[in-house]
C-alpha cells in the first residue's frame, strides 16, 4: 500500500488492479482460451488442462516481466514467453496450443475487461451502501427542516430529508448505469492478430462463442479492438459517478462549515486533527472524496482522446489507456468507499438547521408573502412590494414579518394570522413529502433487500 | 453564419442554437405551464391562450436581453420581464399567471433539454445517412482485400468492408446510445425555486405530471435541477460519438496519405487547394471532422467537474453549462454532418489496397506460414523459424516466399504448392465475412428502411 | 452581441475576435508582406501600395468567405482569391505580388498572433485595474481582523488585507507573465508552404526580417508552423491566470454567504434578483467569473493536445486551435473585466469579519494558548492539554477562555492577563503585516503609475 | 518497479517520488527548519542537531504512516508523530522544537518543491542528451533530402535536418522554460497554520529568510499556500514539454509507417515483436512516448482546474495536487526519458527519404513551376496552368515534367533546361539552411559542452 492509497483507493478495488491481478486476468483469458477450444475439438482436453493448470500467477515472475515489457511493448508477450517455459516444462505437447489464434490485444482487453467486471461489483456494493444510508437519513430526516441555498444565498425552506433523496435518486440511476455496463460494454475481445480470426480459419465464430460461455461474458457482435467505445463508455460512467460524489461530498463540506454547522464528520481521536492547531476537527473524508472525485474527468477527457486510434491498432492510443482506465476505477472506487462509511456515521445538526432558518429574519419568506399577496395583486407588483420590504428590513434590520404587518398595502390583503402562517417554514414544503417517497418507493424496489433481523 | 461555422458546425443543428430558438424553448416551457395549469384547473383556459400567444420569440427584443442578462445572472430573468409587458398589453388578467409556481431554472434547464431533443433527432439523420453509407460500403467491400495495420505498420489481410463494419458497428451502438437518452436523460425539469414546488402547494406533481405530457418529456421521480448528471450523460454519449468520429477521419487521412493512397475524398474543383502549391488536395471534410472531434472530449470533463456544483443551485458550476453543452451537440454535429457527405462519395482506391498488400515482399504472411508450420513444429520454434526467414528477406530484399522455398526446414513440411497458397491474401481471412454478415444483418433490422426506390 | 456574451465575455475583447478582425488580422499579415517586399527591393513600392490599400477588411464579403471556407479548407484561400479580385481591379501589376512567398498558415497563424497582442493589451488593462484595486483593498484592510479558514472551517485570526495581498500577489506575477509572452510566445510566422521561404529563392531570412519590422513582431530563428509550443504557453498563461480569478470568485462567493456575510457585490436594482424570491440578491459577478474560469483549464488541454500535429501541417490538430485559442482569450477576458468592475465597488463588511471571529468561542486561539503552553510544557502535552480543553468547550458550550481559566495545569503557567492577551486577535498575526507591506512594494514598482490627481 | 513503470516512466525520476522520497522531503524541510531556527537563535544548535539527525526517512515506519494517513487527512501529521517520538527518545529536550512554528502544508508544499527541483535536474539531462542528439542528426542530415508533408500529403522538398532542427528549436525553448521554474516557481512556503507565521511571533520572516537559505530555495513576498500559480505553472511547463514530445513521437511513428519507411527504431532481437505475427517490429519506443505525452494534458487540467481552492486551504482541491502532479512530472520524464534513449539510435533511411521525392511523379515541383511561371504571366494564372497540368499528369499517370514539356504555354516561357532545374529538389530549399545554422548557433550557445575528446 502506498502512502495516499487509503486516501485516494478503495481496499475492495485495489487487489484487482495489482500486478498480480493483471497478470491473473490475462492467464484466465488464455485458459479460458484453452478450455474453449478443447470443447470446440481444435484441441485435447489434456492439453487444456495442461495450459490451465499453469495458467497461476504465483507461478510467474514479476519483476522478468516489469522488465521485459518496455521492449516488448505491451505485457502479454514476455508473459506468454514465461507461459511457454512453464506449459514447456510440465507439458510438452501442449506447447503450440498456448495462445493459439488469439493476438495479445486479446489477452490484454478481455483481461482488462474482467477486471473491470470484478471491480464493477465491488462499486456497486459501495452503491448499494450507500443507497441504504441514503434511504435511512431520508427516512429519518423527511420532515428536519432546512434551508434550501441557492447561488450560496438562503432561498426557501426544505427539508434535509429532500436534499438526501435528490442524492439517492442520483444513486439509483447510478446502478442502472453500472448494470448496463456489465451487460452491454464489458464483453470479450477476440479477433486474433487483425481481428479475423484468421489463425483459426473457418472455426473462429465457433471458439469465440465458447470463450465467451468459459469467461462468462457476452458475445459482442464483430471484434471491438479497434473501437474503444465500450471501453470509453465505462470510463464515462464511472465519471458521471464521480461527479455526483463531488457534488455530495462538496454539499456536505459545505453544510460542515463552522459558520453553517449543520453536519459534521463523526468526530473520533485524531481524526481530521492538525499539526498545529488543537481545536481543529477537519472533514478529512470529504476531502478525500472530493480530492479523488475531482480527478476522473480529465482521465475520462484522455479515454474519449484515445479513441481516435490508428487503423487496426493504434500507436500510443491504445497503451495510454493501459493505466489511465484502472485509475478512472480506482478514484472512483476510493469515493464510493469512503462515501459508504461517513454516511452511516454523519452527525447531523437539526437544530442547528432549524436555526439557520431564522438566520436572515424572515428573508427566506419573501417568495410566500409575494405568493399570497399576488392572489389580490398581479405578480409583478406583489414582487415589487416585496422586494421593497425586503429592502427595508435588511436596512432596518427588523424581521421581514414586522416590516410587512406596517405596511397597509400588506394588511389590507392578509390578515395577522395569514401573515404568521406564511413565515412557518413547515407550511412551505409544497411536494417535498411526495418527491421524497417516490424515490424512496424505487429505492425500495431497487435495492437488495437485507436480510431479516437487519433492516 | 460565422466564417468557420461550416467548418465546425452543422446547418441542422445550429439553427436550434441560435439566441432566437433558446428564448423560444424558454418560452415553449412558459406557455406549456400555462396549459398545463389550465387543464389542471389552476388558471384559466383564457389565461393559458393569452400566455400562450405571447410565447413567441419574435415579439422579444434579443439586444435588450442580451444587454440585461448579465446583471439579472440568467436569460429567464430579463425574458420573462418582456413576457410580462407582452402579456400585460394584451391580457393584463393573464398576467399573475405567467411563470406561475416556476422558477428561472425550470425554463432554463426544460429550455436546454428541448433543444437537446430536437439536436439529437437532427444527429440521429445523420447516423441513419453514416450508418446506410457504411452499409453500402460494407456491401461493396466485403472482399475488397486490404491490408490490416497494428502499431502502423502492415500485419495481416483483411477486407476494407470489414474495416468499415467495425465502423457501422460503432455507430449502430451510438443510435441506441442516443434512443436511450431521449428516453432517460432528456426529461422535464419542474421544481420552483427550491425543487419543492411550494409555491403550488399541494399541487405541484399534479401540475407537473401534465407539464411533461404538454411537452411530451419523461417526468422524472424528483426535480434534477441541483443534481446535473442526465446532462452529463448526454454531454458523454456525444462525446462517445465524437470519438468515433475521429476515429474514422484519423484512419480516412492516413488511407488518404500520398504513400497510402487507398482512398480519397472526391476531387472537386477548389477543394482542398493550397494558397501556394497548385497540385495540392487536401483531404479537408476529414481535417474539419477531426478537428470538431478533437476538441469535444475536453468540454465533456468540463461537463462532468460542473457535477459538483453547491446546494440547491450552483454558483458557476451551472452557469457553465449554458454555453458548453450546446457548443458539445454544435461540433459532434459539425462532424456527423460532414462525415454524412462524405462517406458516400468517397473513393476507394481497390487497386491501390492490393497492391499494397504487395508491398513488404510477403513479409505480412509470416504468421500464415508460421501457423502452418506449427502442425509439424511447435509454436515457439515456428515463430522463430518464420522470423528468421523474415529478417533475411529484408537484408537480402527478397520475398518471404522465395526464402522460405530455399529454406529445408520449411520444405520438409510443407510442399511449393502449399507454400503459394499461404501467400493467397484471401484465403486468410478467417472470420472476416461472418463478422461482416453479422453487422450487417443488424444494421438491416435496426436502421430505418429506405423507401422502395430509392435503395 | 450575442445572449450570454456580456456574462462570458469582455467588451474590450470581443471586437478583437470578431469576423472582421480576423480578417483584417489576415489583411494586415498581407500587406505587410508587401511593404517589407518592397522595402526589399523584391517588389515595387507602387504594388506594395495597392496591396495595402486593398487590404482593408471593409471591402471584404465576408458571407461569401464563410461560404467558401470549408471547402477550401482555411479561411486564407478565399479570403485570398477576393484580395485577388480586389487587387486586380485597382492596380492589376501588383496581383502577381500578392501572398508572395508565403502561404496560408503564415498569414493565419501571424494574424492569429496579432489578435493574440491586442488581447493579451486589453486583458493587461483589467490586471492593472484589478491590481490597482486589491493595492486599495489591501491598503484599507491591513489591519481588519478576519478569521483565516483551512479545509472550510475556521482557523486562525488574520487579516483581510493579507488576502488580498496574497490575490494581489498572484496577480502581479500574472502581469510578469503576460510580457513574458508579449515578448517570446508572440512571434512572427512566415515560413511559405513548407517553412523553407523556398518561393523567396536566397531572400527569404531577410524578407522575413523586414516583415517582423513592419508588424513590430519578434523574429523567431526558425519558422513554428508546425511546433505549436508557443501558442500552446499562450494557452496555459491565459489558463494559470483564469486559475486565479477561478480562485477569487469562488473566495467571494464564500464570503457572500448569508452564513458568512463577510462581503457582498454591490446592490443595484435589479442585480441578482430572482424570477420568483423577492429577497434573493445573488452574487452574479462572481457567478459569472466563475463560470468562465471553470472553463478554461479544458480548454488548455485541448490546445496542449493539440501539439501533436502531423509532420509540417498537420490535419486535425492545427485546425482545432482556431476557434479554442480565441475562446480561451474570451473567457479569460470575460473574467477579468468582471473582475475589473467588481473590485473597485465590494462591500465589505468589517463588523461582521470582526464578529465571526468570536463563533467558536475561543477555539481558533487554540494554537496560540498551546504556543504559549508549551514555553513550560512539551508541544506534544501542550497540543493535547488544549485540544482536551476545546473539546470540552465545545461540549460544555462555553467558551474556552473560560474552560483553561479553570484548568488547573493552565493557570499554573499562565496568568489570568496572559490568557487574556492570547485571545486577542490583533496580538497573533505574526508577519502579516510584513508580508503585506512586501507585496504592496513591489506592487507599486510594478504597475503604472496613475495620473497625479486621480490617486 | 510495476509491471508497465518500464514503458511509462523514468529510471532517473522514479526513486524521487518513491514513498520514501516523499518522506525524506517532508523531512528535509524540517531539519532545515530546525537549523535556520538555530541560526536565528530561536533554538539550540544542539536541539537543531537533534532534530536533523533524526530527520532519516529510513528510521521511519512507512506501512504505519500509510494507515494513519486518511484519517489524519494528510502524510505530515502522522509523520510528525513519528518524528516527535524519534526525537523525544534521542532527545527530549529538542521535542519541543521540532516543527515549530510551521505547519503541515509548510512541510508538505515545500516537500514537493525539493522533489520537483530534483525531478527538473533530471529532466534536464534528458533534455541535454535530447538536445545532443538531434544536433548531431540536424548536423548530420542538413541536407538529406526529404518531402515535406502538409495534411498528410506531399508538398515540397525540405531536408530532414530542417525537420530535426525545428525539433532542436523547441527543446532549446524548453530548456530556458525549466530554467525559469527553478527560478520562479520552485520556491520555498512558509507560512504556519494561517500563512501569517503567528506561531513565531515578529521573527517570522527573519527564520523563513534563513529557511531558503538552508534549502537553497528562492523566498517569495509572501506565503502561497493558498496561491498554487506556481505549482500549476510547473504543470503547464510539463505539458508542453509533453507535447513536444508526443509530436515527435507522433512525426517518427508516421516516418515508420511500412508505406513511408523513412525511419526505423534500432532493431534488436524481441523489441517490437509481436505474439503471433513474426515478421513484426513494431516501433515501441514511439507508442510509449505518445501514451505517456498524450495522458499529461488532461492532468495539467486537473491542476488548473485545482487553482480555485477554497480560503485559506482548501477542500479537495489542494489534495488533489498530490498524486496528480508527480503523475505529471513522472509521465514526462517517462518520456524524455525513451526519446533520449531513441534519438542517437534512430535508423535514418536517407534513400528511402530520396525515393518518395518521386512518388508523385514530379507534382510536388509544381509550386516551383507555378513561381517560375508568375515571372511572366500573373499569379493567378500561372497557379490555375499548374493546377491543370497537376490534375492531367494524375488522369493520365504521367510525369509533371512530361506533361508541361508538351505544353505551348509552358515552353514559350520556360527552356528545356529551366524545366529540368525546377524539378530538382536540392534547388528549392530557399532558406532552410540558414533556419538550420541560426538553430545550431543558439543550440551550441546554450547546450552544455561535451568534455574534449567525446564531441
Known sequence: MHLLDGFFRSPSVEPLFSDAAAVQAILDFE???ARAQARGGLISGSAAAAIT???RADLFDLPS???AMPAAGNLAIPLLKQ???IVG??????????HFGATSQDALDTGLVLQLRNATRAIENDLNAIAAALVQLTE???RTLLVARTWLQQALPTTFGYVTAGWLDAFLQHRKRLEDQLENSLVLQFGGAAGTLAALGDRGTQIAKLLAEELVLPLPRIPWHAQRERIAETAATLGLLSGTMAKISRDLSLYMQTEVGELSEPPSTGRGGSSTMPHKQNPVACAAILASASRVPALVSTVLSGLAGEYQRSLGA???EWEVVPEIVRLTAGGTNQLAALLPRLTVHSEKMRTNLDLTHGLIYGEAVSLALSEKLNRASAHKLVESACRSAQFEKRHLRAVLSEDADVTAILKPENIASLFEPANYLGSAGTFIEAVLAAA??????KPSGKG
Do not use: F, K, M
Open 89 to 98: 516444462r510440465n507439458s510438452p505437447d501442449a506447447l503450440r496450443y498456448v
Open 140 to 142: 429519518t430526516h423527511r
Open 65 to 67: 516481466l516489469a522488465q
Open 53 to 55: 493448470s499453469s495458467c
Open 31 to 33: 485458459a479460458a482460451l
Open 318 to 320: 491504445w497503451q495510454s
Open 83 to 85: 507461459l511457454n517455459a
Open 444 to 449: 425500495r424496489e431497487q435495492l437488495p433487500q
